[in-house]
């Protein structure tokens, strides 16, 4: 990795030139086989549903090869934007869903509002249609939904005398956790910028990252309800040893847990999986509950994650895309996907597909109140610089609440606006 | 000088041989022969051509269009002039950034070269053991790929695992216990200084000490005999001996901490906040965290004047003392 003089002059430069050169295409074989391209996220599949997907998929459909390449969520916008402007994108994208709104302005997605109907758009979640959707017209495709839960271990619970079941607000969550947190055991493993829990908690509070008024957004985060929801974080965070300048993929935070000293950690229910898969013998000592809300009533407020597939552009093959789309998000796949990679599918007719599943119902619970980030094509730039997690750090670290609040909101101002 | 550039055209001419008979009997094949030198550069120069004049002539371009993601993915971009130059020229932001870049380059570059002149006089004064170990551990520094000792500083300091911190808090620094050095700008800013430091101080030592040896012993013997200390013979002697040497060394790490992009992109990404924000991590801020190319293209386009601008005034500076004491 060597950059040469005017580093930054030479990266726009190497995104610019992608739009300039364009390999052909060498998907359409001899055969009359036509490849098509996918890129999915990484966890978004495993690899035995991979291999069992594509082996269905190539069977039925005998004229299409399925090329699934898995991304890395670090760094994906660039990687998205660089493959919209080549003359050689994928055919089918997964991007997540606070993404689609961004690169549906630019004009690089296909408009698939005319496929909406074959494609089940009656009953899509609208956590994932919403965002996927631009101008009217739905450039995102939902796939699957998740939301954070907190995972948390049985056996530290039973021994600590606490029933998790019991826990329903915000103040017996505090007082569990303070239990829990006594000798080598952290109560919870929070780190310092896991921002989608704060967003979580600044909503519980009326708050919102960012209001829109006559067409121009600007950050909230100094608001008294946002503030309100950082002093709740704060309090729970010190009850474990999560690094206060860290998110919560670096030290990741399954591994942390793994290492069995953690009662619980704030993840998508999928996080189990990596945890037992790192530590087998926490194998049956895992189980969920939605994160509590303020008051008995309501569960906390969750951000809906998730992903929608897209249709670039400049894809060489749409039809075939379509077709791909259509058996990723029909009823058979979607259902062993949920079961599979504790997911939400993505139609609420197939809820009852991961009625069975723990963390599935967890999540659930907190979906009925989901919440979106912004939705707006400058929100993107809000999450590639991320003022959000260094005003948690600073907070955290002993700085003043209001006076960093208002300097990112400024920052996030700034950040939302400067695209347009 | 003068009898290196007498003596060198003297042994060629010797050399020279008739002009080759096949040349001479056939003018296509003359022709032929005449276009090889050119036909044979010619990649080298595609290549540059390709690599790096394209892009920069494209960056160019860009500063002057408006291009965001739309023009990037659909194309047409239009003039706008000198639009982008005038709203990056009148952001705060913008200004804040240049003169943190300054800061940052002054400070980087008056610690390298000072270490590093202190690093080659005293490999001078060392015996062979003591040079060889310590021109060994300036080779070894200096061979460490970028980004591996970026991650390692960075795990250096780490707030939970970093040795730093334990080696802080078992002096009995209890503040320090899991104190998160990335969070507080000046620290940050200053830990990137270290890194920066540390990785350059091997090849102005190395270059600065093997023009020290350059430097004919019986100058310093007669300086002694006229009752010069050390401070004086450095200034005196040393320092306009070399005076080239040091001019080549500065600019070259005056180029080296102004494209210093990779360093603080793996470790702090330009935070906390914009605390090391230099010129080009601004650049690529603007130009992949907003979308806009236009105006990223511009920041690099001022980066480069305003990098030029230092060294002319430099160079300039340089050339104008040697010309008063010829």
Same mark, same amino acid.
Not at chain 1, 135 to 152: F, M, S, T
Not at chain 1, 293 to 299: H, L
Not at chain 1, 340 to 369: C, I, K, Q
Not at chain 2, 23 to 31: C, I, L, N, Q, S
């Given at each position: ?207 919102? @990252? +960012?209001?829109?008024?006559? %067409?121009?957004?600007?950050? $909230?985060?100094?608001?008294?309800? *946002?503030?309100? #929801?950082? !002093? ?117 007719? @197939? +809820?009852?597909?991961?009625? %069975?599943?723990?963390?599935? $119902?967890?999540?659930?619970?907190? *979906?009925?109140? #989901?919440? !979106? ?48 | ?326």
């Amino acid at each position: 990795m060597k950059y040469r003089l005017l580093a930054g002059g030479s990266v726009l430069v190497l995104t610019a030139a992608l739009s300039a050169c364009s390999p052909p295409s060498d998907s359409a074989g001899g055969d009359g086989r036509t490849t098509v391209d996918v890129w999915l996220m990484r966890d978004s599949v495993s690899d035995t549903f991979q291999k069992e997907f594509t082996a269905d998929f190539e069977k039925r459909h005998p004229k299409i090869d399925v090329k699934i390449q898995i991304q890395e969520w670090d760094g994906i916008g660039q990687k998205i934007t660089a493959a919209l402007a080549s003359n050689d994108a994928p055919d089918v994208i997964e991007a997540g869903n606070t993404q689609v709104a961004q690169f549906a302005e630019s004009g690089g997605l296909l408009d698939l509002s005319d496929r909406t109907d074959e494609l089940n758009g009656e009953d899509w979640l609208s956590g994932l249609a919403e965002p996927g959707a631009y101008e009217g017209k739905q450039y995102g495709i939902p796939y699957y939904a998740a939301n954070r839960v907190v995972i948390h271990r049985t056996d530290l619970f039973e021994k600590a005398g606490i029933d998790a079941k019991a826990i329903k607000t915000r103040e017996q969550w505090i007082d569990a956790t303070a239990k829990l947190n006594k000798g080598g055991t952290q109560g919870i493993y929070l780190p310092g910028q896991l921002w989608y829990a704060l967003a979580g908690f600044i909503w519980d509070e009326g708050g919102d @990252l +960012a209001t829109e008024s006559g %067409g121009k957004w600007s950050g $909230a985060l100094d608001t008294p309800e *946002a503030l309100r #929801g950082m !002093a709740f974080y704060e309090e729970l965070q010190a009850l474990g040893k999560g690094p206060k300048d860290s998110d919560e993929d670096d030290p990741p935070q399954a591994e942390v847990m793994a290492q069995g000293q953690v009662a619980q950690v704030i993840s998508t229910p999928g996080g189990a999986n990596v945890i037992v898969e790192k530590n087998p013998e926490l194998k049956g000592k895992l189980a969920f509950f939605p994160i509590p809300g303020k008051t008995a009533g309501t569960p906390g407020s969750v951000f809906t994650g998730g992903s929608d597939l897209v249709v670039p552009a400049a894809a060489a093959h749409p039809e075939e895309a379509v077709t791909f789309i259509k058996e990723l998000t029909g009823d058979e796949w979607q259902k062993k996907l949920a079961v599979a990679m504790s997911y939400v599918p993505n139609r609420t007719s @197939l +809820a009852s597909a991961v009625a %069975g599943d723990p963390g599935a $119902a967890a999540m659930a619970v907190g *979906a009925a109140n #989901g919440h !979106a980030t912004p939705n707006t094509p400058g929100w993107a730039a809000v999450e590639a610089e991320n003022p959000i997690k260094d005003y948690m750090t600073a907070v955290l670290t002993g700085g003043d609440p209001a006076k960093e609040a208002a300097q990112a909101s400024q920052d996030i101002t700034r950040a939302m606006n400067a695209g347009s | 000088m003068p009898v290196v550039a007498e003596r060198t055209p003297a042994p060629r001419t010797p050399r020279q041989r008739p002009a080759p008979r096949p040349a001479a009997r056939k003018d296509p094949a003359g022709r032929a022969h005449s276009l090889w030198p050119y036909a044979l550069i010619a990649p080298a120069i595609g290549g540059m051509l390709y690599l790096l004049v394209y892009p920069l002539v494209r960056a160019v371009l860009i500063s002057f269009q408006d291009f965001r993601l739309r023009q990037l993915i659909a194309g047409h971009a239009e003039f706008v002039g000198f639009r982008n130059y005038r709203t990056l020229l009148a952001d705060p932001r913008f200004w804040e950034v240049v003169r943190r870049t300054f800061l940052f380059m002054a400070i980087n570059v008056v610690l390298i070269m000072v270490i590093a002149t202190l690093v080659a006089l005293m490999v001078e004064r060392l015996r062979r053991v003591g040079r060889t170990v310590v021109l060994c551990s300036l080779v070894l520094a200096w061979a460490m790929p970028v980004v591996a000792a970026t991650t390692v500083f960075q795990w250096l300091f780490h707030s939970e695992f970093g040795i730093v911190n334990w080696a802080l808090t078992s002096i009995g620094l209890d503040s320090f216990e899991r104190y998160p050095w990335f969070a507080n700008g000046t620290a940050a800013f200053a830990i990137l200084v270290t890194l920066i430091v540390w990785q350059s101080v091997p090849f102005a030592a190395i270059t600065l000490y093997s023009a020290l040896t350059t430097v004919p012993l019986e100058l310093y013997e007669s300086a002694r005999l006229d009752g010069a200390g050390a401070g004086r013979i450095f200034r005196s002697v040393t320092f306009p001996m070399l005076r080239p040497i040091f001019l080549l060394v500065f600019s070259l790490e005056v180029i080296w901490t102004f494209k210093a992009f990779v360093q603080i992109w793996v470790m702090t990404r330009g935070g906390p906040g914009d605390a090391t924000t230099i010129l080009p991590v601004y650049a690529v801020q603007t130009a992949l965290s907003s979308q806009r190319y236009d105006l990223g293209s511009a920041a690099s386009m001022i980066t480069v004047v305003l990098m030029s601008g230092v060294l002319v005034l430099y160079f300039r500076q340089m050339y104008r003392q040697e010309d008063e004491t010829r």
